[in-house]
């Protein structure tokens, strides 16, 4: 029997009712099967397993591409469609719904052609008008959250091939396309999201919303038929996702550091590396600024992050394994960049703790003790206020971490956490803690270029914005990683011993109670948001 902390029996005491309720939840599958393997999926006839997820992770509009299904923030396989393409754990591209795929010399233009074999659910074949169409709806749709604007508009240029015309180059189009699935043009309507119709590895068999959501192998499915037969994924907070596995009642239950430290009998913990990354913008520009994002025009500039050589000492004085080791229990990596890891990560951003050398660093650049030992520059005292989104616990911890080191420095970081709508518009003057991490180089994009939609250190360098670009329009994708390691290095500028516009803190691992029995395939760096991207390969999972 597991251990548990007396804090963590009080917190378990409320959500006893919830694990007691799991049997009757499991018993509303359509043919029993959950019920009678809730025990133990392992070697039960449905060959299933039983998965918790957050609550935030039940997809509010339910399981549509066209609005939010496998992109957004947290981008996953969507499971119910097929995908053009798929990205493999080293990055590289593999094809799903499509055989071939090329592009033209400008980078203007993406062919696909696409295989004759694959129907939807309900028997229809899949053809080149479904990804037109796909495409095309989600240019439309006000509400999607895949990012296609780069995108003018698709075209099916024969039953089984099909062109995206590009208004500018700009190849990060395959990482979004390996996360947009492919709807049916004649049976997608006003409840699609809640009766989904797709190509792909499952269908959607049941959904009881608040509740769960079950899979089945899809019949029809072309590809190779899929290990597991059957997917309940359950919608539990954290504390219930643990009395779930202490219980028996799961077979792969989400956890944190917090409660990683109990053991639970016939569970392993199982650790995912990510590139769910942390860091802290840093404002280039002095107070008293503007910046224009998104058509709008935001206050901006900080006159302490402002100093070069401040920004520089921030990076060069964090102890980054200390950090991990008082707030996620050592369950992470050190964080360089937003990317650590990829194909299109840079060694450049890496840099070693040295606290000698940072405040020598800050020395040189002109900034003193005052009186009081906080460091003054010019009038300017090193205080600033660090932002974090509240109730983010984990980024509170981080953050105030971050601050009592610094504090040794004389820099004085004065920790408050804000709901969203007070953050936003503080997003260009304040320095923040933020979350990102995608399986693509589009916030290394995005964080780092002049016009980027996430450039909150409010940083313009001609030299970093040239070489992002040619990142993006090479036609060839690995043609673009030398661009990207170009960008994140002094050349490009975002380096800690340059313009240091960033300070990277943590990469936060994703843990996992997983069954003894069951034996999980491997997993690609996972994403910010801890969802689904754990079942991506759920249909490659076996049981021992």
Known sequence: MATITRRQFAKLAGVGAAAISFGGVLAACSNGAAADDAAGAGGGAAKQVIVSMTPGSEPAAGFDPLVSWGCGEHVHEPLIQSTLIVTNADMSFSNDLATDYSCSEDGLTWTFSIREDAVFSDGEPLTAGDVAFTINGILASPTAEADLSMVDEAVA????TVELRLNRPFNILLYTLANVGICPEHAHGDDYGTHPIGSGRYVLTQWDKGQQVIFDANPTYYGEKPQIERVVVLFMDEDASLAAAQAGSVDLAYT???????????????????VDSRGISLPTLPSGSTWESGGASYSAGNDVTADRALRQALNVALDRNLTIQHTLGGFGTPAFSVSDGMPWASDAMKVETDVERAK???????WAAGDDGILVKDGVRAEFDLLYMAPDTVRQALAADFAEQMAALGIQANVRGLSWDDLEPLSYSQPILWGW????PIEVYELNHSKGWGNYACRANEATDALLDQAVA??????SYGFYRQAQSS????????DAPWVWIAN???????????QVAEQKPHPHGHGWSIVNNVDQWTWQ
């Open 508 to 518: 936060v691992d994703h843990l996992y109670f997983v069954r003894e029995s069951l």
């Open 491 to 498: 050349e490009g500028g975002v380096t800690p011993d340059a």
């Open 474 to 479: 090479q036609p060839d994708i690995a043609d």
């Open 437 to 440: 991490g995608s399986n693509s």
């Open 157 to 160: 240029t024969g039953d089984y």
């Open 360 to 366: 020598q660093i800050l020395a040189d650049g002109g």
């Open 256 to 274: 944190s550091a917090t409660f990683a430290e109990n053991a639970v009998s016939g569970y392993d913990l199982f650790d995912c590396e990510t």
